[in-house]
């Protein structure tokens, strides 16, 4: 296949998706996925290239990014958030450069929006919680004992920490010196 046809193929291609609704990204992105220059299409294709704009059917990014956002928003106000932003947009063929540019121009955000989540640490991440004592006895090599035999040590006023009572003195003397805090309240 020589190189006016490829063009050929790849902007009736192009224009066949905007004509049936199912335009991927931009045009742009689209030579850029198949292998062709778009800044070459024109000069190639000659008197057969029309502009992009005037292609029945055809969105430009910010319109699509617009639905893309509006559609986001609306999954998270009804509590279906479909995962990240940035994972939602690419999943519909827009890069990071272009949705950024969008919500920039915008003056939008994603963060704040009714009902959104962030899954990097809110409370939809896959991180499961681990109690505090629980990670100083796995480091001190033992598991607390039942709660009614600990002893408890109260560090800055505001976090309790229990030790089983069977606990060396001396292992609780260096916890509180690794802390380097202010201990009181120690009980039984």
């Known amino acids: 296949m020589d190189k006016v046809e490829r063009y050929r193929q790849v902007f009736l291609s192009f224009k066949e998706l905007c004509s049936t609704g199912r ?5 742009s992105a689209y030579c850029k996925a198949n292998s062709v220059d778009q800044c070459q299409m024109r000069q190639t294709l000659k008197n057969e290239f029309q502009n992009i704009k005037t292609l029945p ?28 932003f940035a994972d ?12 950024h540019g969008y919500l920039k121009r915008n003056k939008l955000k ?14 939809r991440s896959r991180c499961q919680e681990i109690p505090f004592e629980d990670v100083i006895f796995e480091e001190a090599g033992f598991l607390p004992a039942d709660t009614c035999s600990t ?18 003195v001396a292992v609780i003397a260096r916890f509180v010196r690794k802390l380097g805090k202010e201990v009181g309240d120690v009980g039984a």
């Open 23 to 27: 335009q991927p990204s931009s045009f």
């Open 57 to 84: 059917g055809y969105r430009s990014i910010s319109h699509i990014c617009s639905v893309i956002y509006e559609d986001f928003k609306q999954k998270c106000a009804d509590g279906r958030q479909p995962g990240t």
């Open 88 to 99: 939602f947009y690419r999943s519909h063929g827009i890069t990071w450069e272009q949705m």
């Open 110 to 123: 994603v963060v704040g929006l009714p009902g959104y989540v962030m899954l990097t640490g809110g409370s």
């Open 151 to 168: 002893i408890t040590v109260k560090v800055d006023g505001h976090v309790a920490v229990s030790f089983p009572t069977d606990t060396d």
